[in-house]
DNA sequence: CAGCGTACTACACATGCGTGTAGTCAGCTG
DNA sequence: CAGCTGACTACACGCATGTGTAGTACGCTG
């Protein structure tokens, strides 16, 4: 098998700069750098992309691609017990991991973001079935939280990994996780009595759905 | 009262470096920048800290320092019914919001999460006592976990803000991001049976305590 | 074959940056 | 006063990097 994988010379570009980016960051990548990886001269990547920024918003995009996809797979699939589908669908992106890594905390890849969110408004739809209580706020508001919490080992898996003692993205870790997750989500940190109190006295007028 | 805060030098260079780092990211920032907004020569910043990776070292041991503070402040003040005291207290730092966020995620800044894992194991072992089951994790991994969760939201503030429709910095944004937390932390996802039937369904050996 | 557009390369340019050097000035010590 | 040390500045160097330009090879179309 070709090391170059028989892919057009602007796809192993994106490739190239999807690796670079998320293992050294947009600043710190070099144009030459991803032209070396990809096997080409650095001004090809000027032709077919323009400009560093551009290339970047390529990588975006094709992310948002492939989130897509991944994001339809799911909904095909009713895949019930998966707590933390995110996390593995993310992780299942492999060699992305980085690369979503960093564009989520800059602040960029909104379809992504809101792809999860709107994954865990459905599931969250199922669970409230379920829920005797009527939410004080938005599913929308909960699954946005919700989602950013899941994300949240990913984000920081060096810190996960140091406190959990197991590298969070070993078969090991994984592992581990997956029963630290199902704990903390069958035990809630506050009874509703504790969260009623709390919420009285919270400042500022009672809040109406939104 | 003057603008250079009548701080040495020093100071002055450290706090415009954490402005800085934190704004820009460490790559984008400059040291010429950071002369210019600490109103001293670059060649002073080479002197007094030998060099840009020195100063952020120097950064970061001053934050250790800071949230070493918070740290024994929160321990002495029982500070009953805060959720998100983590939050909070690192929202309180303000100005440093950002440059945390950046460390935490490069994975730097080790101390300052380990004390909130700290923090977080303490206020565990008191919810422990009202539970009735033993957990099948240690309290150290479950507080890991749920540290990173709760700074999830710093994290990823700006598609958390975007999904509430509210900046979560904002008094408004706070006072939403609360009452959703309240909600999270008193429902749980999963009830004890589906969290069971979850873990028999995980591959691999039943692990015990670590 | 002529013409032409596209993929692609080699190379030069300009610039911003971290760093290194030399030197000034104030304060302290003997 | 002489001598020294440390805070501080001005300035130049070298280098990496994004970008711009000129040119080549190849395939398609008339």
């Given at each position: 098998?070709?090391?170059?994988?028989?892919?057009?010379?602007?796809?192993?570009?994106?490739?190239?700069?999807?690796?670079?980016?998320?293992?050294?960051?947009?600043?710190?990548?070099?144009?030459?750098?991803?032209?070396?990886?990809?096997?080409?001269?650095?001004?090809?990547?000027?032709?077919?992309?323009?400009?560093?920024?551009?290339?970047?918003?390529?990588?975006?995009?094709?992310?948002?691609?492939?989130?897509?996809?991944?994001?339809?797979?799911?909904?095909?699939?009713?895949?019930?017990?998966?707590?933390?589908y995110v996390s593995?669908?993310?992780?299942?992106?492999?060699?992305?991991?980085?690369?979503?890594?960093?564009?989520?905390?800059?602040?960029?890849?909104?379809?992504?973001?809101?792809?999860v969110?709107?994954?865990?408004?459905?599931?969250?739809?199922?669970?409230?079935?379920?829920?005797?209580?009527?939410?004080?706020?938005?599913?929308?508001?909960?699954?946005?939280?919700?989602?950013?919490?899941a994300?949240?080992?990913?984000?920081?898996?060096?810190?996960?990994?140091?406190?959990?003692?197991?590298?969070?993205?070993?078969?090991?870790?994984?592992?581990?996780?997956?029963?630290?997750?199902?704990?903390?989500?069958?035990?809630?940190?506050?009874?509703?009595?504790?969260?009623?109190?709390?919420?009285?006295?919270?400042?500022?007028?009672?809040?109406?759905?939104?």
């Amino acid at each position: 098998m070709d090391s170059r994988e028989d892919l057009t010379a602007r796809a192993r570009i994106r490739d190239a700069a999807l690796r670079h980016f998320g293992e050294h960051g947009f600043d710190r990548a070099t144009i030459r750098g991803i032209a070396a990886t990809a096997e080409v001269s650095s001004g090809l990547v000027r032709h077919h992309f323009g400009s560093k920024e551009a290339l970047r918003d390529a990588c975006d995009a094709h992310l948002a691609r492939m989130v897509s996809e991944i994001n339809d797979r799911v909904r095909a699939d009713p895949a019930p017990g998966e707590v933390n589908y995110v996390s593995v669908s993310l992780a299942a992106v492999g060699p992305y991991r980085d690369y979503i890594r960093r564009a989520l905390v800059e602040g960029r890849a909104e379809p992504l973001f809101d792809k999860v969110v709107e994954l865990s408004a459905d599931w969250m739809a199922e669970a409230d079935k379920k829920r005797s209580d009527r939410p004080v706020v938005t599913r929308q508001a909960r699954a946005t939280v919700s989602t950013a919490m899941a994300l949240a080992v990913t984000m920081l898996h060096e810190h996960v990994s140091r406190g959990l003692g197991v590298d969070v993205f070993s078969p090991d870790g994984e592992d581990l996780l997956a029963r630290v997750l199902l704990d903390l989500h069958s035990h809630p940190m506050l009874s509703p009595d504790e969260a009623a109190a709390m919420r009285a006295r919270l400042p500022g007028k009672p809040r109406k759905r939104r």
